[in-house]
């Protein structure tokens, strides 16, 4: 594993400037790869890891940064739940720990660095201090992770019987013996001008 300025300086490469949610994210994302024994997550380790992000926030840029999972790998899966949290599954052993940041940091930076007014300053300092127990809640759980929910899972597509359009393995409904996609069978988030 890199070291926190480092992956901090991989962090602001990719999100475009650094601020608190990185300097959270990339610590997150470090403790959760040590809890699991994880050390070369872009190299060695590449196929061992997947994770669970529960924020679209700036941490979750930094999580990805330096646990290596991407969307487009399957590898980086999303919860759209407003938390600043990330689960992380060793998919060589199953192992599972889930991670989130504690309500209380924003209060113990304030008071810890009152001298800084600036909230993303105070915070971005006072994030790199904090210890891991005061910074972060941990889990051990179990995640469910079905075949077709690992990266490099290839099987067959199919066709949305209403509105033709192809459809990736286990993601379409199966309704009154029709094959569907989730629009057509309702869940869509647009409509159609
Ligand atoms: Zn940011
Ligand atoms: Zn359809």
Redesign the pocket.
């Known amino acids: 594993m890199k070291s926190l300025d480092q992956y901090l300086h991989d962090a602001e490469q990719a ?1 475009g ?1 650094l ?1 608190a ?2 300097v959270l994210g990339v610590r997150l994302a470090m403790l959760g790869l040590q809890k699991l024994g994880i050390d070369d997550p872009r190299g060695k380790d590449r196929k061992r890891l997947v994770t669970f992000v529960e924020i679209d926030r ?1 941490a979750t840029d930094a999580v990805a940064v330096v646990t290596g999972c991407r969307l487009g790998k399957r590898a980086l899966k999303f919860r759209d739940w407003g938390k600043v949290a990330a689960t992380f599954v060793d998919v060589s052993t199953g192992k599972a720990v889930r991670i989130a940041a504690k309500e209380s940091s924003k209060s113990l930076a304030r008071r810890m660095h009152p001298e800084i007014e600036d909230k993303n300053q105070q915070q971005m300092l006072a994030y790199r201090e904090i210890s891991d127990d005061d910074l972060f809640a941990l889990q051990w759980v179990k995640v469910d992770l079905p075949p077709e929910e690992f990266p490099g899972y290839k099987s067959e597509r199919v066709v949305c019987e209403a509105c033709g359009e192809g459809i990736n393995f286990r993601r379409e409904v199966r309704r009154a013996g029709k094959v569907l996609c989730c629009a057509c069978a309702g869940e869509q988030y647009y409509t159609i001008i």
């Open positions: 999100h400037h601020c949610g990185q700036c």
